[in-house]
């Protein structure tokens, strides 16, 4: 019988399979403890993760919640100092203050002698004197102020003004020699010529009276010769009261029998009408060399002379 080659590796023995098992399970155990450590080294590497994130989650919460309340400080100051700022810049003397609503249109118009407490120009032209009292008048009624008030009508006539070839009609205030002439009354030449432009007329309000508020006019006149102004009162004091009658609203006859006599009111020498009754119907003073008072009382007088110094006071 003929025997065949046999492949060594193809004879298997018992021996053999028990070692191939061996070698088989040791590498099978070998596998399991190598994917067992990488499963393990996962786990660490994973759990590693975790921690950090847990250790950086709670210092950028106080990170982001340090920086929001530092933003909100800056703010605060911000807008603490923007609001300091335009206060003291609203207070300042130096800022325009520019009024919410327009201001209203001042009372006084024209520069007076004293300070008036209402003024209305009153145009007289082409009126006579009777006219020019009774407007007059009736402006005091309409107008009455509270006792002690000093209320000036500024007579006013058209004028013709020529400017650039072209002639226009101008309202200009009326002088203390065109009052003398406009109102008819006829001092003498001494006093007349004395007289400057300044002028003021008006009425003084007073509370006094039995009928409630009464008015009463008054007239200031300035010069620029004392010696010829207060010569010419006199010389005019026979026909004063005939003059004066019509202004002051009363007839001539009720001033017709009456005396001048002296009197010092605030330091200032008087000379007062007393009519027949012994009532006080007008009087005049010199309240300083260039400045005449005309009034129909006492009152005025006192209210005119304050007035006046306080004027000069602030000048």
């Known amino acids: 019988m003929e025997e065949k080659d046999i492949d060594p590796k193809t004879i298997r023995t018992y021996e053999s399979d028990i070692a191939n098992a061996i070698q088989h399970h040791q590498t099978s155990q070998a596998d399991m403890v190598v994917a067992a450590e990488e499963k393990k080294h996962e786990q660490e590497q994973q759990s590693n993760v975790l921690v950090v994130h847990a250790d950086t989650e709670p210092k950028d919460k106080i990170k982001w919640v ?24 609203i207070t300042s003397p130096l800022t325009v203050k520019q009024p919410s609503t327009p201001a209203p249109a001042p009372s006084i118009v024209v520069s007076s002698i004293i300070t008036p407490d209402l003024q209305k120009i009153l145009d007289i032209t082409g009126q006579t004197s009777a006219q020019i009292s009774a ?60 007289l400057t432009n300044q002028l003021m007329f008006g009425f003084y309000s007073s509370t006094t009276g039995v009928n ?34 019509g202004l002051f609203g009363v007839q001539p006859t009720q001033w017709s029998s009456g005396s001048f006599h002296d009197k010092l009111i605030k330091n200032k020498n008087v000379r007062e009408f007393i009519d ?27 209210e005119i002379i304050t007035r006046f110094e306080s004027n000069a006071y602030m000048r």
Do not use: C, H
Not at 66 to 89: D, H, P, Q, R, V
């Open 212 to 245: 409630g508020t009464t008015t009463t006019p008054f007239v200031i006149l300035t010069n620029n010769f004392f010696q010829n102004a207060f010569a010419g009162m006199l010389s005019w004091e026979p026909t004063m009261a005939s003059d004066f009658s």
């Open 66 to 89: 340090k920086n929001t309340i530092m933003i909100l400080l800056s703010l605060i100051l911000l807008g603490g100092g923007a609001y300091i700022a335009y206060y003291f810049y």
């Open 135 to 194: 407007q007059t008048e009736k402006l005091s009624l309409q107008n009455t102020l509270q006792d002690g008030g000093i209320f000036e009508i500024v007579l006013a006539k058209q004028a013709s003004s020529t400017q650039n070839g072209k002639t226009t009609s101008v309202l200009s205030r009326i002088t203390g020699p065109q009052f003398i002439s406009t109102l008819g009354l006829n001092p003498p030449q001494g006093l007349t010529s004395s």
């Open 276 to 302: 027949i009754n012994g009532n006080i119907a007008f009087l005049y003073s010199f309240i300083d060399n260039n400045t005449l008072v005309i009034a129909q009382n006492e009152a005025a007088l006192n």
